[in-house]
């Protein structure tokens, strides 16, 4: 899908605030509502749009300890790759999960609720995965910049 200069104002709309009605974002880009309902159904339909959701601050639902785990496979067979991809989507903690390239083979994004929370899901959870070689973490001490908008 190609996005001409009315898509891409629509979209920085809906990145900022989702919850404007269609009137109120065809306002703001000199539209009627049916065009604008149109315009972001075909960016749904085409995946350019991949859902809504509401920006919920960790700390204040009891995830203050935000950790990026970085994993490191001990073999890099295809099945070995898909079971830690296959196991590792169905946790909780895990708020984001990176294949990477260098160094480790994943970045997770874990957000728990202390230290003891997050050595319980590396004692219970991830070294019970199959082939975990080795397993660094980085502690946030402070969020400088969290963007979830992209300037298109």
């Known amino acids: 899908m190609t996005l001409d200069e009315t898509d891409k104002k629509i979209l920085r709309i809906l990145q900022q605030n989702a919850k404007l009605s269609h009137k109120q974002i065809g306002d703001a880009v000199n539209r009627s509502a049916t065009p604008v309902y149109e315009r972001i159904r075909k960016m749904e339909e085409a995946g350019v749009v991949k859902g809504y959701v509401a920006l ?26 898909k079971d830690f991809e296959k196991e590792i989507v169905h946790a909780e903690e895990v708020m984001e999960c990176y294949h990477m390239t260098g160094t480790d083979d994943y970045l997770l994004k874990v957000a728990v609720r202390d230290m003891d929370e997050y050595q319980q899901f590396i004692v219970e959870k991830l070294s019970r995965l199959r ?3 080795t397993v660094r973490s980085s502690f946030v001490m402070t969020e400088i910049k969290h963007e979830t908008a992209f300037n298109v």
């Open 56 to 81: 919920v601050d960790h700390k204040k639902v009891g995830r203050s300890l935000v950790v990026f785990t970085a994993v490191h496979l001990d073999r890099h067979e295809h099945d070995v790759i």
């Open 131 to 133: 082939n975990i070689g």
